[in-house]
């Protein structure tokens, strides 16, 4: 089936824009996660959902960013007045049950962003 | 805060050599144990996992790993590359009963020369 899907897969923005990535995960997946992947780095946990509850939000670096998963499928991060520091890969994970931490997560594609 | 270390961040080497990349995690409790390897142009891929039971465990490609509690490390280990594993590798920790997210090492580049 479908793997975790990311969009855009490229996204350029200048600095103080708000950006809004996407992540669609695999179907019937209950856990989403995001990470942030800066160049050279591994990823770095942002913030994890259980269906629609945001869980754990403990990564997320400022109140400039901002995750949402109303429906308990489809997740937006958002960024907002986005700053150089900000352009790094946002990858997207998902597991199909929640509350069992020695699942494999399977990740999207990420999202690269460029801030100028 | 939990940690990892990759030890090597570039590797190179020839067709049939052999392969150990080093992991070590600071976190003293029970954890769950992952190496993901990110191919060219690809998403990360998950090589193999360790959760308990026998520490040695095998994944996907030949590749296997083991984990040593006593040194904190789950290395992992192929007694013969191929230039197809060509790729970058990830070691991930997750702690037990504490969240679920993962803690990524930074990354070894692993460079086959065929």
């Known amino acids: 089936g479908a793997g975790v899907s990311q969009s855009p897969r490229y996204k350029v923005a200048k600095r103080g824009q708000d950006v809004a990535l996407r992540c669609d995960p695999i179907?019937?997946?209950?856990?989403l996660f995001w990470y942030q992947q800066a160049l050279g780095q591994g990823p770095e946990f942002l913030t994890y959902?259980?269906?629609?509850?945001?869980?754990?939000k403990s990564g997320l670096p400022s109140d400039r960013f901002f995750a949402e998963r109303p429906e308990g499928s489809v997740s937006t991060l958002k960024i907002q007045r986005t700053q150089q520091e900000d352009s790094a890969v946002y990858l997207c994970a998902s597991s199909p049950i929640g509350g069992f931490s020695n699942q494999p997560q399977h990740f999207g594609d990420g999202t690269r962003l460029s801030i100028l | 805060a939990q940690s990892v270390s990759q030890h090597n961040h570039h590797v190179i080497l020839s067709e049939a050599a052999s392969l150990e990349l080093g992991c070590n995690y600071s976190?003293?409790?029970?954890?769950?144990l992952f190496w993901y390897v990110q191919y060219p142009g690809q998403h990360l891929q998950l090589l193999l996992k360790y959760f308990s039971g026998d520490p040695l465990v095998k994944g996907i490609k030949g590749f296997e790993a083991e984990f040593i509690k006593s040194k904190f490390s789950f290395n992992l280990r192929k007694p013969s590359v191929q230039w197809s594993d060509t790729a970058e590798y990830f070691c991930a920790v997750n702690i037990e009963n504490a969240g679920n997210m993962l803690t990524f090492g930074g990354g070894t580049r692993l460079m086959v020369k065929p």
């Open positions: 976190y003293g409790g029970t954890v769950n």
């Open positions: 959902f259980q269906n629609e509850a945001q869980l754990d």
């Open positions: 179907s019937g997946h209950v856990s």
